[in-house]
């Protein structure tokens, strides 16, 4: 995750929590500051550089008379959108769990990166990357900063585009999984319910005297008492009313 774009798709698609979304934003933000003060430091030492925020301009995201070819505003906000959308929708399914050929997912994300790269580059410098556009913004003119807005928004609602599409099958992937799971276990064999049956009619026969009690922890138990044997309580309730029996 280099890029918040990656980022916001994956929170969308369901794979990473908003507080990982946040530490992995807030990580890329700070390391390309990092790098990128790297680089303008090495820029000042150069004697054929005067102004190293002149040749940052040279490199830094822009549109409208700040374009390499002019392009206006709608469209890089609609190349911003397209490249996003295509470079998260790449990632995702590359590294999805089902993919066979995970093994070519680096491969898949770097080419994609790069042919959208090329476009980017004729039509604005358009980094699809939000934190890179925010590290040279920060080192150019004020211009940058005034024209940051758009390669927040534009890449954020093409990642977000791609996110819901992937979230949508995989949802619909495993919804039909779970029918289909469902469906094999729904009805049991008749052979089976002969079977339950039976057994539910043999437990039901008992032989006669048994009695079941209740034990403290709410289990039954039976306990066999021969069939006609009087009970003790009964037998001394007889006792006090009738009398002593003769001997």
Known sequence: HFNPAITVGNLVAGRIG???????????????????????????TVPNIPDARTAFDTVTAGFGEHSVIQTSMAGVLLAEVLGAALLVAVFLGTTARRNIHAAAAPFAVGLAFAVLLQLGQALGNAPFNPARATASALFSSSWALEQL???????IVGAGIAGLVFRGFADAGARSAAADTEHAGAAPDAEDEFDDDSDDSDDSDEEPGAAETQTANGRTASAERPAGAPEAGRDEARDFFDGPRSQ
């Open 18 to 44: 908003i507080a990982a979304a946040a530490a992995y934003i807030g990580a890329q933000l700070i390391g390309a500051a990092a790098g990128t003060l790297a680089l303008f430091g090495i820029l000042r």
């Open 149 to 155: 807005w758009l390669f927040w928004v534009a890449p």
